[in-house]
Each structure stands twice: as structure tokens, then as C-alpha cells.
């Protein structure tokens, strides 16, 4: 009777057991079924999205931000039993893009070119004693030149000079000029009465502009003119005595000399000191109603003191 109990208890449990493994089996058999006929389900990417900060904007960070990689979905392998479990493969350890550091330009170094733009001039050779005396003293021998002065490159030192003035007359003479401060002259010319000549310097201090001038000359005694009367004039009781003249000046002018290549024009002016001889080999009529004359048979001396001028013109064109 036990037994019998026993053996009804257990068989609603075995009833029970078998239906579910009944259920199971189906359910695998349709899963097949169904994956026989459709595609399999494609793979799905998931994407990280960082959520922005609510607050103010956070500083830009020296190093980009890199998304988490995708986690891929795997499908069921087919042929696989309902519910069985397919294990994901490993995840990649998480590997941050490397930083690319963009490494600085070379600095640029000056180098000097090889090919200088000046190349000084070649020094003159030394003569053999200069290069026996420096070859035993171990120093290279270095020869200086002199710069070369105005007159080695050309200057004009010799012309011709011409004046026009008085005591002096007319002139034309030769012209010597060693510096641009120094001129030096000597003529002949003529009084409008006699001939006559001189010689004479001037100073230049810069070389044009202001002139200092020395001179001194002699007039031959020869017959008086309207113009020898004009330049001296005398007493009218003395001047029918002064039937010739001859004299000798000295002349001290200041002036100016305008320069312009080899030609230069000058106006000078200044003191003249004059010591002269008067004859007057004609008698002279003192009382014309009685028929007076008186003959002065000695030569008189004058001696006088006058401002004098003159213009003048030279032109240099010869010389180194």
C-alpha cells in the first residue's frame, strides 16, 4: 500500500519533466528553423558621446580627447543551440593617440659669404730689399702709397694773366701758380705813355674768395697825356711843368678772385705809394703881355700817395 502511494506521488513529477523537455525541444527547433531562413542580424556600432559642462567652458585642454572605441555586437554563430552563451573576444587595452610635437625650425646661423662685396685694392709689390728684410723677421711686409696731391693729377700751374688799371696800365704776363693759395706774376704793358712792367704775388688763404696782393712796377719817362694828367692831378700853376713823367709804385690791395676751372677774374683795390720824375724840356710862359718864359733844365722828384684799382684775368693751361 506504501508503495502504491509512493509510486503516485513521483508519477506527476515525471509528467511534469517530460512536458518541459517536450517544450524545450520544439522551441530549439523553431529557433533553427528560423535562423535557416532569415539574415543574420547585422553588427551594431555603439558611440561614446562626452557630455558638455553646464557651467563656464572649461580651458582647452593641451591634449585631444579621444573617443572610447566602439564595442561591436556579435551575432549567434549559426548552427549554435538555443541559449547557449557566446563569450564576447577580449577587450584592446585603450591605447591614447600619440601627441605629435611639431619640432622647431632650425635656428638660422649668419654665415658670412666667402666672396666679400669690397675687395680692398692689391698692395704694390715690395722690392726684393723689403721682402729680404721681412723674411727674417717672420712679418709680412706691408707698403704704404702716398695719396697724390692736386698738381700730380693734372693741376694747371703756368698761364697767362692780363689787367687793367691804374698807375699799372695795361698789362699781359705770365702766370705761375705752384699752389691754390699762392700765384705769382710778372708783365709788361704800357701807361698809355711809356713802357712799362712789373712783378708781383698774391695770396689766396682757401684758395678762391678774399686775395692779399703785393706788386710793384716801373713807368719809362716818356711825354704826359690826357690820361696821365686825369690820374695825377696837380695844381693849375704846376701843371704846365709836367711835360713828362716817369715813375715807380708799389701797390698793397686787397680783393677778390673768383675761381672757375683754370680761369680765374679778379678785381683788386687798395694803396698805392708812387715816387716819380718830372722834366719840362719845353719853356713855359709865365707872363703872356710881356712875353715871359721860364725853362726848367733839372729833372723835379715827386713823391705822392693814392688809392688805386684794377681788373684782371687769368687763365692757367699748362703744367703736371
Given at each position: 500500500m506504501r508503495r502504491a502511494i509512493l509510486a503516485t506521488m513521483h508519477l506527476p513529477k515525471a509528467c511534469s519533466r517530460s512536458l518541459g523537455l517536450l517544450a524545450c525541444a520544439a522551441v530549439s527547433v523553431s529557433a533553427e528553423e528560423a535562423m535557416a531562413q532569415g539574415p543574420a542580424p547585422e553588427t551594431g556600432q555603439i558611440t561614446y558621446t562626452p557630455m558638455r559642462r553646464t557651467g563656464p567652458e572649461?580651458?582647452?585642454?593641451?591634449?585631444?580627447?579621444?573617443?572610447?572605441?566602439?564595442?561591436?555586437?556579435y551575432a549567434p554563430v549559426p548552427g549554435a543551440r538555443s541559449g547557449q552563451a557566446h563569450a564576447p573576444p577580449p577587450a584592446?587595452?585603450?591605447?591614447p593617440a600619440p601627441v605629435k610635437r611639431y619640432a622647431s625650425p632650425p635656428a638660422q646661423i649668419y654665415a658670412p659669404s666667402a666672396t666679400p662685396r669690397y675687395a680692398p685694392p692689391a698692395a704694390p709689390l715690395a722690392t726684393p730689399a723689403m721682402r729680404s728684410r721681412f723674411a727674417t723677421s717672420g712679418t709680412p711686409a706691408v707698403v704704404t702709397t702716398a695719396v697724390p696731391t692736386q698738381a700730380e693729377t693734372g693741376r694747371r700751374t703756368m698761364g697767362l694773366g692780363f689787367d687793367l688799371g691804374m698807375p699799372d696800365g695795361v698789362?699781359?704776363?705770365?702766370?705761375?701758380?705752384?699752389?691754390?693759395?699762392?700765384?705769382?706774376?710778372?708783365?709788361?704793358g704800357t701807361n698809355t705813355t711809356g713802357l712799362a712792367y712789373r712783378?708781383?704775388?698774391?695770396?689766396?688763404?682757401?684758395?678762391?674768395?678774399?686775395?692779399?696782393?703785393?706788386?710793384?712796377?716801373?713807368?719809362?719817362?716818356?711825354?704826359?697825356?690826357?690820361?696821365?694828367?686825369?690820374?695825377?692831378?696837380?695844381s693849375a700853376w704846376v701843371a704846365p711843368y709836367v711835360q713828362e713823367?716817369?715813375?715807380?709804385?708799389?701797390?698793397?690791395?686787397?680783393g677778390f678772385d673768383l675761381v672757375r676751372g683754370n680761369v680765374t677774374m679778379y678785381l683788386h683795390g687798395g694803396y698805392t705809394f708812387l715816387m716819380g720824375i718830372v722834366r719840362a724840356p719845353k719853356s713855359v710862359v709865365v707872363d703872356s703881355s710881356t712875353g715871359t718864359t721860364v725853362t726848367i733844365a733839372e729833372e723835379g722828384k715827386v713823391y705822392a700817395q693814392t688809392l688805386s684799382a684794377k681788373l684782371g684775368l687769368v687763365f692757367l693751361f699748362g703744367g703736371s
Open positions: 572649461a580651458p582647452p585642454s593641451s591634449r585631444p580627447v579621444h573617443a572610447p572605441p566602439t564595442v561591436p555586437i584592446l587595452p585603450y591605447e698789362n699781359l704776363g705770365l702766370v705761375l701758380s705752384p699752389a691754390d693759395w699762392l700765384r705769382l706774376a710778372g708783365s709788361f712783378g708781383g704775388l698774391s695770396l689766396l688763404p682757401v684758395g678762391w674768395g678774399p686775395s692779399f696782393s703785393f706788386e710793384a712796377g716801373h713807368c719809362n719817362l716818356a711825354p704826359t697825356n690826357s690820361v696821365i694828367r686825369t690820374f695825377f692831378s696837380v713823367l716817369g715813375y715807380t709804385y708799389f701797390n698793397a690791395h686787397l
